[in-house]
Protein backbone atom coordinates (compact mmCIF):
# COMPACT_ATOMS: atom_id res chain seq x y z
CA UNK A 1 0.00 0.00 0.00
CA UNK A 2 0.94 3.55 -0.88
CA UNK A 3 2.50 5.11 2.36
CA UNK A 4 4.75 8.60 3.37
CA UNK A 5 6.31 9.04 6.31
CA UNK A 6 7.88 12.47 7.31
CA UNK A 7 10.93 12.78 9.41
CA UNK A 8 13.23 15.45 10.13
CA UNK A 9 10.93 18.35 12.03
CA UNK A 10 12.00 19.62 15.49
CA UNK A 11 12.39 22.85 17.43
CA UNK A 12 14.37 25.23 15.67
CA UNK A 13 15.03 29.23 16.36
CA UNK A 14 14.32 31.78 13.80
CA UNK A 15 16.91 32.47 11.19
CA UNK A 16 18.16 28.50 11.81
CA UNK A 17 17.53 25.40 8.99
CA UNK A 18 15.94 22.46 8.93
CA UNK A 19 15.56 19.37 6.17
CA UNK A 20 12.17 17.48 6.53
CA UNK A 21 12.22 13.97 4.59
CA UNK A 22 9.41 12.13 3.26
CA UNK A 23 9.95 8.50 2.33
CA UNK A 24 7.83 6.91 -0.21
CA UNK A 25 7.01 3.23 -0.69
CA UNK A 26 4.24 1.10 -2.43
CA UNK A 27 4.12 2.63 -5.70
CA UNK A 28 6.41 3.89 -8.58
CA UNK A 29 8.23 6.68 -6.67
CA UNK A 30 9.79 8.23 -9.75
CA UNK A 31 6.27 8.51 -11.79
CA UNK A 32 4.36 10.95 -9.68
CA UNK A 33 4.71 14.54 -8.84
CA UNK A 34 5.22 14.91 -4.94
CA UNK A 35 4.54 18.41 -2.94
CA UNK A 36 4.66 19.63 0.94
CA UNK A 37 2.05 21.34 2.21
CA UNK A 38 1.67 22.58 6.09
CA UNK A 39 -1.24 23.01 8.13
CA UNK A 40 -1.64 25.78 11.20
CA UNK A 41 -4.27 24.67 13.93
CA UNK A 42 -7.83 25.77 12.96
CA UNK A 43 -5.96 27.33 8.94
CA UNK A 44 -6.98 25.21 6.15
CA UNK A 45 -3.78 22.95 4.88
CA UNK A 46 -1.09 25.05 2.63
CA UNK A 47 0.87 24.25 -0.13
CA UNK A 48 4.02 25.21 0.35
CA UNK A 49 6.33 23.19 -2.48
CA UNK A 50 5.97 20.87 -5.37
CA UNK A 51 8.38 18.77 -7.55
CA UNK A 52 8.19 17.11 -11.06
CA UNK A 53 8.80 13.65 -11.75
CA UNK A 54 12.36 14.02 -12.76
CA UNK A 55 12.85 16.67 -10.31
CA UNK A 56 13.37 19.51 -13.71
CA UNK A 57 10.25 21.48 -12.29
CA UNK A 58 9.58 23.38 -8.67
CA UNK A 59 6.93 25.40 -7.64
CA UNK A 60 7.00 27.08 -4.31
CA UNK A 61 4.29 29.32 -1.98
CA UNK A 62 5.43 33.32 -2.29
CA UNK A 63 6.08 32.83 1.23
CA UNK A 64 8.93 30.70 1.14
CA UNK A 65 10.65 31.42 -1.92
CA UNK A 66 14.04 32.22 -1.38
CA UNK A 67 14.01 30.06 1.48
CA UNK A 68 12.88 26.80 1.00
CA UNK A 69 14.08 24.10 -1.45
CA UNK A 70 12.50 21.02 -2.79
CA UNK A 71 14.29 17.89 -4.32
CA UNK A 72 13.50 14.49 -4.48
CA UNK A 73 16.23 11.19 -5.03
CA UNK A 74 14.10 8.30 -6.90
CA UNK A 75 16.73 6.12 -6.07
CA UNK A 76 16.24 6.61 -2.59
CA UNK A 77 11.82 6.56 -3.08
CA UNK A 78 12.75 10.33 -0.81
CA UNK A 79 11.52 13.87 -1.27
CA UNK A 80 13.09 16.41 0.64
CA UNK A 81 12.21 20.03 1.73
CA UNK A 82 15.53 21.97 2.73
CA UNK A 83 14.11 24.86 5.26
CA UNK A 84 16.34 27.68 5.63
CA UNK A 85 16.13 31.20 7.24
CA UNK A 86 12.88 30.23 9.23
CA UNK A 87 10.64 32.51 10.84
CA UNK A 88 8.33 31.92 13.72
CA UNK A 89 5.04 32.02 11.06
CA UNK A 90 6.72 28.80 9.15
CA UNK A 91 6.00 27.12 12.75
CA UNK A 92 2.84 24.17 11.04
CA UNK A 93 3.02 20.76 10.70
CA UNK A 94 4.76 19.62 7.21
CA UNK A 95 3.16 16.82 5.48
CA UNK A 96 3.83 15.43 2.10
CA UNK A 97 2.03 14.22 -0.52
CA UNK A 98 0.78 12.35 -3.81
CA UNK A 99 -1.91 12.06 -5.78
CA UNK A 100 -2.47 8.61 -8.29
CA UNK A 101 -5.65 8.00 -10.23
CA UNK A 102 -7.39 10.88 -8.84
CA UNK A 103 -7.09 10.11 -4.85
CA UNK A 104 -4.59 12.14 -2.70
CA UNK A 105 -2.14 10.10 -0.37
CA UNK A 106 -0.31 12.13 2.67
CA UNK A 107 2.24 11.35 5.07
CA UNK A 108 1.19 11.89 9.31
CA UNK A 109 3.06 14.85 8.89
CA UNK A 110 6.45 16.42 11.11
CA UNK A 111 5.75 19.07 13.92
CA UNK A 112 8.07 22.58 12.75
CA UNK A 113 8.46 25.01 15.46
CA UNK A 114 10.16 28.06 15.16
CA UNK A 115 11.12 29.98 18.14
CA UNK A 116 13.51 31.44 20.35
Known amino acids: QVQLVESGGGLVQPGGSLRLSCAAS????????MNWYRQVPGKERELVAG????????NYADSVKGRFTIFRDNTKSTVYLQMNSLKPEDTAMYYCKTKMWGRHYWGQGTQVTVSS
Open 26 to 33: GFTFSNYA
Open 51 to 58: ISTDGGST
